[in-house]
């Protein structure tokens, strides 16, 4: 597979090389029976990558760490040991050699690897250079050239495949074989056989998978049997190592969701029923009266339902007029008109009377008199009922399916209304077992290959592209 995906173990990468590292010398070490003074750095190298391994679990996500909870307590244990021993004095800890570093060492050893193996499985066998690098390392210390080394098996490359390549997939086993003696057998769980070749000099053993078979393991782990002569006596006799691996192949249909629920509010419905205001507007014999008469929205609302039946804040005035107008007008200097202000938050009524003044006297006298405006104002409300969320369909695709590598979905509300509530469900294959998850608004979900967010805007899903040879 030429490129896997690098992201989601960025953040443990250098600590995994640094496990794989110290495990694969302190194998080494072990396996070639050191001196008592070794064997005290030899448990410094190992208290180093335990302790850096803890850091690492601790480090990680949720998901993660609860699927090291095994190989976590084994780790505290085994770093509590070596710590005790370390704290002895070197006397002690050299006389104690044989009963207890070496044990303590070879307990070091498969915690550490057990660890890298769970690792791997779950995040950074995603990760092509963190492999890559583990690889190199192995193929560098099995290369020197050791006297009665016992062989051993230090990492497998790669540990997830992704189906749908073009050509049969490679699986290499680094670690450190002899190559005069028989090459290791490979058996998968349902017993078949697969034919591992021994590359030299870079002790790797190259195992093909048939494409046909990756893709008729969608979804399922891999179990696979390695074993490889581990000792052999002076008269030919062989004794042999079984070490498992479990290999994971992921499902073309990364991920799988369905909205439950998306609800916003509908348009608004409004009312338009008048209310009345009338005003008298008097002024005195030779006199003018002029001014407004204001009356609010809420002065002209307080007989409608707020509580229950209409919103106030999406409610204004629509318009008004003058329905009826009367009055005194002595010198036909009376009138009046009504406006409305831009928000619809008030009407206002302008008024003008005037008398007149006596004059022609006093030959032809007409006396002066008062006058009066009388206006009656009907003002036409609008009244925003008040709504209730409904369901809400969204636009940009299916609002249930599959999703395979390299694929997306953005559900966006109709209308581009925002919604009020929304649930939608999703269930990520890239883990064993699946990772189930039920996102709220404003709620999200990031694997490192599958991301999930659902917002006012709806729903967006994304998963990761992967190139296949």
């Known amino acids: 597979m030429n490129e896997l995906l690098n992201e989601r173990a960025r953040s443990t990468r250098r600590r995994w090389i640094s496990c794989g590292h110290l495990l694969l010398i302190s194998l080494l070490l072990v396996s070639c029976g050191t001196s008592p003074v070794a064997s005290i750095a030899e448990l410094k190298a190992a208290e180093e990558g335990l302790t850096k391994l803890q850091e690492t679990i601790n480090m990680a996500n949720g998901a993660m760490r609860d699927r090291l909870g095994q190989t ?12 005790e021993l370390l704290a002895e004095n070197g006397k002690k ?17 498969e915690t550490l690897y057990q660890a890298s193996e769970s690792a791997l499985s779950l995040e950074a066998a995603l990760s092509e250079d963190v492999n890559n690098s583990l690889l190199t390392t192995a193929n560098i210390v099995s290369g020197i050239p050791f006297v009665k080394v016992r062989p051993f098996i230090s990492m497998t490359v790669p540990t997830v495949f992704i189906p749908g390549a073009s050509q049969d997939y490679q699986f290499r086993i680094a670690g450190f074989f002899h190559h005069d003696w028989s090459e290791p057998e490979i058996t998968l769980q349902d017993g078949s056989k697969l034919k591992g070749v021994l590359e030299a000099p870079n002790n790797r ?25 581990a000792e052999r006596s002076l008269i030919g006799m062989k004794t042999y190592d079984t070490r498992a691996v479990s290999l994971m192949v992921m499902p073309q249909n990364v991920a799988y969701y369905k909205i439950l629920s998306a609800e916003a509010m509908p348009d608004v419905v409004y009312d338009n029923p008048t209310v009345d205001f009338a005003n008298d507007r008097q002024a005195g014999k030779a006199s003018t009266n002029e001014d407004d008469t204001t009356r609010s929205f809420n002065d002209l609302s307080g007989g409608f339902d707020f509580a229950n039946t209409y919103d106030r804040d999406k409610s204004s005035i629509a318009g008004a007029a003058i329905v009826r107008s009367g009055g005194n007008n002595p010198d036909n200097q009376n009138n009046g008109s009504v406006t409305t202000d831009g928000a619809g938050s008030k009407a206002v009524l302008h008024q003008k009377a005037q008398g007149s003044s006596d004059h022609g006297c006093p030959f ?6 008062g006058a009066d405006r009388y206006d009656l104002v009907r003002v036409t409300l609008k009244l925003a009922r008040r ?23 953005d559900l966006i509300p109709i209308s581009g209304r925002e919604l009020t509530k929304f649930i939608f469900e999703f269930t990520d294959y890239t883990y064993d077992p699946p990772v189930y998850r039920k996102l709220s608004l404003l709620d999200n979900y990031d694997s490192g290959v599958v991301r999930a967010e659902a917002s006012k805007g709806g729903a967006h899903i994304t998963v990761r592209s992967v190139r296949r040879k």
């Open 72 to 83: 976590s307590a084994q780790v505290d244990k085994t770093l509590k040991d070596v710590r």
């Open 205 to 229: 053993i190259l195992v093909s998978f048939p494409r046909e078979f990756i893709n008729n393991n969608q979804g399922k782990r891999i179990t696979v049997s390695i074993r490889y002569p």
């Open 93 to 109: 800890a050299i006389d104690a050699y044989d009963l207890r570093i070496a044990r303590l060492m070879r307990q070091a050893n």
């Open 387 to 409: 709504g209730t969320p409904v369901r809400w369909h969204l636009d940009g695709g299916a609002e249930e399916g599959a999703m395979t590598w390299g694929s997306s979905v």
């Open 364 to 369: 032809q006298c007409r006396w002066g008199e």
